[in-house]
């Protein structure tokens, strides 16, 4: 089965930096088999996509975070990460990584990230 588990949100001023981490494990799971995505959700809102990196390594990403958020990965750890620069009050939610361009897997917990202005 597979599972992600998402790391590194927290409490930051706007226009601070945070690094996001998402480790996939699982049977013969590989995060360069499948395009890899970062997802966010804030309170009342629907989840919404917000970059994603090809099998491939091509990026991809919302055109509200392009220039301030890279998605990186190490698929020797099978880790996806999401740096995020110029922070702003609009980027707090919980943040997700799950498949991109494909049926999704199971959700993680997801992490948390606040933006103070």
């Known amino acids: 089965q597979v599972q992600f588990v998402e790391s590194g949100g927290g409490l930051v001023q706007a226009g601070g930096s945070l690094r996001l981490s998402c480790a996939a494990s699982?049977?013969?799971?590989?995060?360069?088999?499948?395009?890899m995505g970062w997802y966010r959700q804030a309170p009342g809102k629907q989840r919404e996509w917000v970059a994603a990196?090809?099998?491939?390594?091509?990026?991809n990403y919302v055109n509200s975070v392009k220039g301030r958020f890279t998605i990186s990965r190490d698929t020797a750890k099978n880790t996806v990460y999401l740096q995020m620069n110029s922070l702003k009050p609009e980027d707090s939610a919980v943040y997700y990584c799950?498949?991109?361009?494909?049926?999704?897997?199971?959700w993680g917990q997801g992490t948390q990230v606040t933006v103070s202005s």
């Open positions: 799950n498949a991109w361009g494909r049926s999704y897997y199971n």
């Open positions: 990196i090809t099998s491939g390594g091509s990026p």
């Open positions: 699982g049977i013969t799971f590989s995060i360069t088999s499948m395009g």
